[in-house]
T-cell receptor, first 116, second 116 residues
Framework: AQSVTQPDIHITVSEGASLELRCNYS??????LFWYVQSPGQGLQLLLK??????LVQGIKGFEAEFKRSQSSFNLRKPSVHWSDAAEYFC??????????????FGKGTKLSVKP | EAGVTQFPSHSVIEKGQTVTLRCDPI?????LYWYRRVMGKEIKFLLH????????ESGMPNNRFLAERTGGTYSTLKVQPAELEDSGVYFC??????????????FGPGTRLTVT
């Protein structure tokens, strides 16, 4: 079955430090991959997406992610974290098997705390 | 442009009662999705509308859940009768209709449902 694994439930980094959030997926076809962020009281906001092509994708707010097919991974990175980046981050796979289109399969999320 | 809105933001009901959640998608978005996050678990797909038609309702937990999208605009999700395990955050998302556009989903802030 298709699945997404985010192995880190909670990560704390210092402001200005680099960040990498891990995501591994299990999917039978070429995956459509996404990272979403949810700040307190807000809905999920799309950070970036990968459908095909260049495996390094740039997103909003200075985030990037790299698709590595050999490792079934799509890790999210940011070179310098800001206090406003504290939020919960979700990795997702777009389920395009069968007749349905658009359903997202999510990981459990990683909560990011930022120390001053 | 207004985003996806959901009402209410929080609902507390007793077991056995009925609750109706509402979602207003972004104007012009044919696709409307419902997802649910039970505490500590991943966000899970419930169902997908294309305009007023149910495209996929494979994620609906049981027949106590009824979703409608009359006229292809807003959607309601009714839980009747509610059980304790229905507690969680219910997210609505919408997207454009075609191909990979359908995966770029805009999420509402969610409705937190607490069943006591």
């Amino acid at each position: 079955a298709q699945s997404v694994t985010q192995p880190d439930i909670h990560i704390t980094v210092s402001e200005g430090a680099s960040l990498e959030l891990r995501c591994n997926y299990s999917y039978g076809a070429t995956p459509y991959l996404f990272w979403y962020v949810q700040s307190p009281g807000q809905g999920l906001q799309l950070l970036l997406k990968y459908f095909s092509g260049d495996t390094l994708v740039q997103g909003i707010k200075g985030f990037e992610a790299e698709f590595k097919r050999s490792q079934s991974s799509f890790n999210l990175r940011k070179p310098s974290v800001h206090w406003s980046d504290a939020a919960e981050y979700f990795c997702a796979v777009g389920d395009h098997y069968g007749g349905s289109q658009g359903n997202l399969i999510f990981g459990k999320g990683t909560k990011l705390s930022v120390k001053p | 442009e207004a985003g996806v809105t959901q009402f209410p933001s929080h609902s507390v009901i007793e077991k056995g009662q009925t609750v109706t959640l509402r979602c207003d998608p972004i104007s012009g978005h044919d696709n409307l999705y419902w997802y649910r996050r039970v505490m500590g678990k991943e966000i899970k797909f419930l169902l997908h509308f294309v305009k007023e038609s149910k495209q996929d309702e494979s994620g609906m937990p049981n027949n106590r859940f009824l979703a409608e999208r009359t006229g292809g605009t807003y959607s309601t999700l009714k839980v009747q009768p509610a059980e304790l395990e229905d507690s969680g955050v219910y997210f609505c998302a919408s997207s454009q209709k075609w191909a990979t556009d359908s995966y770029e989903q805009y999420f509402g802030p969610g409705t937190r449902l607490t069943v006591t």
